[in-house]
């Protein structure tokens, strides 16, 4: 598992104790002896009004192709979350050169690095 990787796993489900299966964007590697993960939020649920860390990935564009996600998506660089390696499912696909370098960009600006 590398960093810019898709893969589906189990993801926090808003404020209670439920995790849900969905595509996320693996932020790191694993993190220390290998047991977390830093990972990002994909939905297919395109809100009316993008965030700033918001970046919109449609897999009918070539750069976005490798995604291999299967409708036009919203990666949401707000919602992250520490997942066990063991919640991660099946690789999908990775970001292009130029997304992920967009994906640090506003991750900076998110994280106000």
Do not use: C, N
């Not at 439920?18 to 809100?47: D, F, H, N």
């Amino acid at each position: 598992m590398q960093r810019g990787e898709i893969y589906l796993a189990s993801f926090p489900y808003g404020d209670v104790a439920a995790m849900k299966l969905r595509p996320v964007l693996l932020l790191t590697g694993s993190v220390g002896v290998g047991t977390e993960i830093i990972v990002a939020y994909i939905s297919s649920v395109i809100p009316s009004t993008l965030l700033a860390g918001d970046i919109l990935i449609d897999p009918g564009q070539p750069e976005h192709q490798s995604t291999r996600l299967k409708t036009v998506s919203v990666l949401r660089l707000h919602k992250l979350a520490t997942i066990h390696v063991t919640s991660v499912q099946r690789r999908m696909g990775k970001v292009s050169t130029a997304t992920q370098q967009e994906v640090d960009a506003k991750l900076r600006q998110v994280l106000s690095l």
